[in-house]
């Protein structure tokens, strides 16, 4: 596939993202220099994120070295960051695009008491991923990782 290529249809990424500039989306947490972080909308493991990559592409060997360098060192920072906020067990990182074919990272955070830890968190079933936040902690947690990746990448920015 062409990497700005969306298979005819709108990307339902950029969308996102959009949104993000415009202000109507609401569980962004930081803009990188490369990406967007958001919360992510079930949080079935609590301080689950995904990483948007800023411009479109469908595949993560597409884009210019220094650019998907940019972009590793990104998601090294949200892992860093997670650690020190949720204080997981393990992070898991995926970069699928198989629904939405544009590169981005759901990074899960794992704990000790999840009874399938051992198993793919898309293994769990559908109900259980429906977990939500009350409003108030969701803000409480965007907040907690917003200061805590600035800190660790300054040039991270939350306007």
Not at 69 to 85: K, M, P, Q, S
Not at 87 to 92: D, T
Not at 110 to 128: C, F, K, T
Request: glycine letters at 6%; charged letters at 25%; proline letters at 6%.
């Amino acid at each position: 596939m062409v990497p700005d290529e969306s298979a005819g249809r709108a990307c339902g990424i950029c969308s996102i993202i959009e949104r993000i500039r415009g202000g109507t989306f609401l569980d962004w947490v930081t803009e990188l220099p490369r990406s967007w972080l958001t919360l992510g909308d079930a949080q079935f493991y609590r301080g689950y994120c995904v990483l948007l990559a800023k411009r479109h592409v469908t595949e993560l060997h597409a884009m210019p070295r220094g650019e998907a360098h940019d972009l590793l060192d990104e998601i090294l920072a949200v892992g860093r960051t997670l650690a020190e906020v949720v204080k997981p067990l393990k992070l898991n990182y995926e970069c699928l695009g198989n629904q939405e074919p544009h590169v981005h990272w759901h990074i899960f955070p794992r704990y000790l008491d999840d009874p399938m830890r051992l198993a793919p968190v898309w293994q769990r079933p559908e109900a259980e991923r429906k977990v939500s936040l009350e409003h108030g902690a969701r803000i409480e947690l965007i907040t907690a990782i917003r200061r805590e990746l600035i800190r660790k990448l300054p040039t991270a920015r939350i306007g």
